[in-house]
């Protein structure tokens, strides 16, 4: 979706674009393109006229979008006009050299012009499909920046390369509460510090799912609303913390609008890449890191996912720590003493969920757990002390049968109050962006809307973070319950 600059108001033209998921060049080239089939039904007086300007609003169209970047949403569109062309041009081109005009006739234009209007309408049917992503406006008080780091720990050896020297490196992106930025100021890209890397890390998610890489080639295109490396808020002291995996083969960025919308409430989100497991990591020297793990769903499949789980929990108390001296001031940053080391949640969606409860139970720096519809993998469960959310997607029968008691057990093993919430009209991928840029397939997206997906997650995420990380006052499970089905697990 393209967006309008901030502060705008949105008109009735706006709308049209919105729900189109088309920029002003494209809904007019689309137009025009339109117009140019049309003109054979027009009456005899507009039709030199509508085609000159339909011609020349197409040709210049197709030329600015050649230039900025052509999506090929709009090679239906161009290939629909490509063969309306000639037979409108023709008429005009005709009577101009004083021929007479040749017109076919009525029941033999008709499917002609059917099949190119047809074409065209696949244009803004596929934009709709595949859209660049519009970030919802995140719902808090604050303005939110982004930062990213890379760290490296010198105790871990890295495990997916043969070399002993090599040390396990995790990149993080921080998205905090900021000051507010001017007017016009560059969003930040959504996928990568660059635009270089954004089209790396998309074709990278691209590949690990099995898609074209075209198909979603306006997901790098997009920007979020944070502020790359923006001043830190002036107000709202030290700031809780949410330190989040995402899902196999996913990336730090896969839930931005999430990070976003609790940044924006007063928390600090830091979001790892995994390498060798993440899709693509960028490093700081350039050099690309592609994920050597693939899910086929066979018993050494779960083994590599108990195995890459152990490291991501390693990685999430190793982030904590460099988290921690960053707020001492042992490592440079902006951040240094706005950080509550003391109120720090662990979360994760998928396989990046399951870290997050191994991390929790092994390391009592955490204070609260959110698992985003993650099967649990540690096999070493046992008592931890932290309240737990696990938000879950709506449970049919081709949902794996383990996964609910393997999750109830669990959720048992807290000696603090836990729940599991499962959301009407969720999918697996609701609980990130996907919903933002893919189709509304309800069995890949979830049937909640493009969003609807993202305010109900974060609503969720939010309430109990308020509750257990600032102990805001008020019944969390009445409150959880507005978003869904729970279930209240109380310590033994």
Known sequence: MWQGAPGTEDGPVTEIITDLYMSPLELL???????????????????????????????????????????????????????????????????????????????????????????????????????????????????????????????????ATADPQDRRTVVVQLWYPAQPSPAGVQRAQYLGRTAHEARIVSEALARYAGLPGVLVDGVPRAHTHAVFNAPVADKGGRFPLVLFSPGLGGVRTQ????????????YVVAALDHPYDSAAVVLADGRTINTNIKSTGDDEDNKRAVETTRIRAADLSFGLTQLSRLDRGE???????????????????????????????????????????????????????????ALTQAITPETDSRYLPRLTEVLKHSTAESY???????AHLTFMDAPLYLPPVPSMVGSLGRTESPRVVAAATLAFLDSTLRHKPGDLADALSTYGELSVYHPD
């Open 420 to 426: 599991r919430l499962t959301i009407p009209g969720a």
């Open 29 to 159: 080239a689309v137009l025009a393109a339109a117009a140019m089939v049309m003109v054979r039904w027009l009456p005899p007086a507009a039709r030199a006229r509508v085609t000159i300007v339909a011609g020349a609003i197409l040709v210049l169209s197709a030329i600015v979008l050649g230039m900025v970047g052509l999506r090929w949403q709009m090679v239906p569109v161009l290939t629909g006009s490509a063969f309306a062309l000639p037979f409108a041009l023709s008429p005009l081109l005709r009577r101009r050299s004083g021929r007479p005009a040749r017109r076919a006739r009525w029941w033999l234009a008709l499917p002609g012009s059917l099949a190119c209007l047809g074409l065209i309408a696949t244009g803004p049917m596929a934009a709709w499909a595949f859209p660049i992503p519009a970030f919802p406006t995140p719902s808090g008080d604050f303005a939110v920046g982004t930062r990213v780091v890379q760290w490296t720990d010198p105790h871990r050896p890295e495990t």
């Open 255 to 266: 839930n931005t609008a999430w990070a976003e919308d609790l940044a924006s409430h007063g």
């Open 331 to 389: 490592i440079a940053g902006a951040l240094a003493g706005r950080l509550d080391t003391s109120r720090v949640a662990v979360t994760g969606h998928s396989l990046g969920g399951a870290a997050a409860l191994q991390a929790a139970r092994q390391d009592r720096r955490f204070a609260a757990v959110i698992d985003l519809d993650g099967y649990p993998r540690d096999p070493g469960t046992g008592p931890f002390h932290q309240p737990v959310l």
